[in-house]
């Protein structure tokens, strides 16, 4: 059973927006925090945003404003909102999450962004 499953990638235009989900498998117990991360082609994979249980969220600064992180607890599933997308935003996304004894990772999902 893949203990992530990504939602919600794909083509859009600069300026419009697309919201991602993931959400985790029931195996996966105790989770602590969810995040997203992406890595752009040809770059290394670099936090987008991170967001605890208790609801604390922190954003890579250059996002702050466009994007925007939340989580259903009981669903376990965290969402990403990102808007005025722009073709630097193009990359696989993948999803995160940290219980109290593991970290998982999602298969990614492609989120491309056209001039």
């Known amino acids: 059973q893949v203990p992530l499953v990504e939602f919600g990638g794909g083509l859009v235009q600069a300026g419009g927006s697309l919201r991602l989900s993931c959400a985790a498998s029931?195996?996966?117990?105790?989770?602590?925090?969810m995040s997203w991360y992406r890595q752009p082609p040809g770059g290394r994979r670099e936090l987008v945003a991170v967001i605890t249980t208790s609801g604390s969220s922190t954003y890579q600064d250059s996002l702050k404003g466009r994007f925007n992180i939340s989580t259903d607890n009981a669903q376990k599933t965290v969402y990403l909102q990102m808007n005025s997308l722009k073709p630097d935003d193009t990359a696989v996304y993948y999803c995160?999450?940290?219980?109290?004894?593991?970290?998982?990772w999602g298969q990614g999902t492609q989120v491309t962004v056209s001039s």
């Open positions: 029931e195996r996966i117990t105790d989770i602590r925090a």
């Open positions: 995160h999450a940290r219980t109290g004894s593991s970290i998982y």
